[in-house]
């Protein structure tokens, strides 16, 4: 008995572990509730556990995307691999059978046991005895189980021949939506299987960190695919509460003022230089002014939406928010950009379409882009103006025109720099990172974490 605690123990810590290294923040709280959990649920009911879990340690239902693939690792249905292993190849044919009436019957059990036969049979690889390793993309290479849509919907057809008129019509109307759905499930199992298994050969925590994927918040915005973004695009609202409530907290602590040095010793003479009452700085009640320059060029545009739309939901922060967006062009958007906020995966599209952010080709330029909002928008920039500037500071070997960066710096309040390229990379190419960062503050900004922190901290107040 108490060699199967420490098992479940270390089972429990190991997940917790692999959570936080995908950057899901789970803290000693949270750890003693699943273990609570745990006791309370016992190992029978799988499923039970994994909904237990789920509860006591995630914050949002975002978060299964990581969670689901790290628990199956952790908490898996069935160790070891079956009889199958270093036998004959499976009837490739008649699994197909028996997975179109899986998934026209939606049998869950079914379907996770047709998985590992196909795994079993179709996924090893290697020299050794049995298998060296297991792979899903040739299990699904093998088994092409998308290839079954037409084939499910029969079946289904054919079960509804002899039912009541008012289902058979409902089968009828079954949209082939929820066939793929079905289908994409299996790919998903046999997935997890396959990691699974491979997790049992080389280490359940290598397979964790490495297998699974992050969080879409933790994905580099140059690297993030569709889903990825439609994901940080439904993020964005969460995020801006979040941190309008930091900004709402660090300007009511500015509202106090700092100490002014100077007056508190001046009122001390008369307590013999000790002093009794501190004298404040008080601040301005305004509050400031916030500009974007974007580019929207390429793979960068991702980043430059995603922060545009924070920015905006954001806008009630500030006294006036002005966006301008450029490739080889810089132009307004901030109208643009208000519409947008129901229809945000459109935007960049409206934007290249409906702003003038090219010229003559559609290669980023920023020193032309750089000098136009200078010599055309320069009075979108004053003393009480924080500028933000987004891109990766490619210029194609074009003229970067620091001169014109200083210009805008010169008449700010202050520039910052995001940059969504790593450091590494900065002055690399064509890049012209560091000598604008000669010029103004900039900073590594690659995922929706960071920016979020940045934003934080550098926001004024």
Not at 38 to 54: I, M, N, Q, T
Not at 271 to 282: A, C, D, F, Q, S
Not at 303 to 321: E, G, R, W, Y
């Amino acid at each position: 008995m108490e060699t199967r605690a420490e098992g479940v123990t270390g089972r429990l810590t190991g997940l917790v572990r692999a959570l936080r290294s995908h950057g899901l923040r789970i803290g000693p709280g949270e750890t003693v509730d699943a273990a609570a959990a745990l006791e309370a649920l016992g190992l029978a009911d799988r499923e039970r556990v994994r909904e237990g879990l789920a509860a006591a340690l995630l914050h949002q239902e975002s978060q299964r995307a990581v969670f689901d693939p790290v628990f199956e690792l952790y908490f898996p249905l069935g160790r070891g691999v079956s009889a199958q292993e270093g036998g004959a190849e499976p009837d490739r044919e008649a699994l197909r059978e028996r997975l179109v009436a899986a998934l026209a019957a939606d049998d869950q059990a079914l379907l996770g046991r047709l998985a590992r036969e196909a795994v079993d049979g179709f996924g090893g690889y290697g020299s050794a005895q049995g298998s060296d390793g297991w792979s899903s993309h040739q299990t699904l290479s093998r088994l092409r189980p998308e290839t079954l849509l037409a084939r499910v919907l029969a079946a289904l057809r054919a079960g509804a021949t002899g039912a009541p008129e008012g289902a058979a019509a409902f089968t009828d109307r079954l949209e082939p939506d929820e066939i793929r759905r079905r289908i994409e499930g299996f790919r998903e199992r046999v997935r997890t299987e396959a990691r699974r298994r491979v997790a049992e050969r080389r280490g359940t925590e290598e397979i964790a960190r490495r297998a699974v994927a992050t969080s879409a918040d933790r994905v580099d915005f140059l690297l993030a695919g569709r889903a990825q973004l439609d994901e940080l695009r439904r993020a964005v609202y969460p995020l801006a509460r979040k941190l309008a409530t930091r900004l709402a907290a660090r300007r009511r602590r500015a509202a106090h003022g700092s100490i002014d040095l100077r007056r508190t010793l001046r009122g001390s003479l008369s307590t013999g230089g000790v002093p009794m009452r501190p004298v404040l700085r008080r601040r301005r009640p305004a509050r400031p002014e916030l500009v974007l320059l974007c580019d929207v060029s390429g793979s960068v545009a991702g980043f430059a939406n995603f922060t545009m739309l924070l920015v905006q939901a954001l806008h009630d922060q500030f006294s006036k928010v002005r966006v301008f967006a450029f490739v080889n062009r810089a132009d307004e958007v901030t109208g643009l950009l208000a519409r947008g906020s129901a229809d945000p995966a459109g935007l960049g599209a409206r934007i290249l379409g409906e702003a003038a952010v090219t010229g003559w080709h559609g290669s980023s330029d920023y020193g032309t882009s750089l000098c136009e909002f200078a010599e055309r928008h320069l009075d979108a920039v004053g003393p009480r103006t924080t500028v933000f500037v987004l891109g990766d500071a490619r210029t194609n070997m074009s003229d970067p025109n620091l001169p014109a960066l200083r210009q805008i710096a010169g008449r700010a309040r202050r520039v910052y720099w995001l940059n969504p390229e790593q450091r590494a990379q900065w002055s690399t190419g064509d890049s012209a990172a560091y000598a604008y960062a000669e010029l103004v503050e900039m900073h590594e900004c690659r995922n929706a974490r960071q920016l979020g922190e940045l934003i934080a901290r550098l926001l004024p107040v």
